[in-house]
């Protein structure tokens, strides 16, 4: 049985807490922010659709040609109380039509996949489906309509803006609502061919940063890789 991470220490931005759904209202939005890299992750890498100016659209469309990304992960998680970054690192398997792959190596070793119908655990030889929390509702209508090429969710709830060109970019976003506005100043996405590193900005201070190293997508899904999504 594997062993449960110290909270923030370990887990993958995408990952849902076990106690989700005890948090406070503030813990609620926490929780809603823990989950949202991936979201910003994956409508990079597989989303066209984007609009604005290198410029967005290009962007988009340049994000959106690999079938498959495969790379490394490396997660630093600063909180204000603590004098180092608790971090995580792994690999993670994009697919277009299939999802993410997220396989985390140290602090513990634990595999989760994302796809349209939610997210799995690994447990053993087997995937077991996480149970849907309350807290993380929203973050999960706006990830399936990622997974599901509709970007009115993510332009809606954010501002856009662009600088940079196809081989070194920043794309900057500002939330619109009121509740991502209670956990964040702004999202910082930078990259050349494929998505290197996004930066989360909360309003209290904390931040994380993920960095996706020796990214490549020149290698198709293996035959334990479309198991893991065929499931």
């Known amino acids: 049985m594997m062993s449960r991470s110290p909270v923030g220490a370990g887990l993958p931005a995408m990952v849902v807490n076990d106690d989700a759904g005890h948090l406070t209202p503030r813990g609620a939005l926490r929780f809603f922010a823990s989950k949202l890299a991936p979201t910003v992750f994956c409508v990079l890498l597989g989303i ?3 609009a604005s100016a290198f410029d967005l659209q290009q962007l988009s469309d340049q994000l959106a040609k690999p079938e498959v990304v495969h790379g490394n992960f490396t997660q630093e998680k600063h909180l204000r109380a603590l004098p180092q970054p608790l971090t995580s690192k792994g690999t993670f398997v994009l697919a277009k039509n299939h999802g993410l792959l997220w396989l985390l190596k140290s602090p513990l070793q634990q595999d989760y996949r994302i796809t349209a119908k939610g997210i799995a655990r690994r447990d053993g030889s087997v995937w077991q489906m996480l149970p849907g929390k309350s807290a993380g509702a929203e973050q999960n209508r706006l990830f399936l309509a990622v997974l599901q090429g509709d970007s009115s969710g993510l332009q809606r709830d954010f501002e856009l803006s662009l600088s940079g060109d196809a081989q070194n ?6 939330p619109r609502s009121m509740l991502l506005k209670q956990v964040f100043n702004q999202i910082n996405i930078t990259g050349a061919g494929l998505v290197q590193s996004i930066e989360l900005l909360e309003t209290q201070g904390d931040s994380t940063l993920l960095r996706m190293q020796d990214s490549t997508d ?3 899904l293996s035959d334990a890789e479309q198991h893991d999504f065929a499931e």
Do not use: A, D
């Open 48 to 50: 066209p659709g984007l």
């Open 169 to 174: 970019w920043k794309l900057t976003l500002v």
């Open 218 to 220: 020149s290698q198709p």
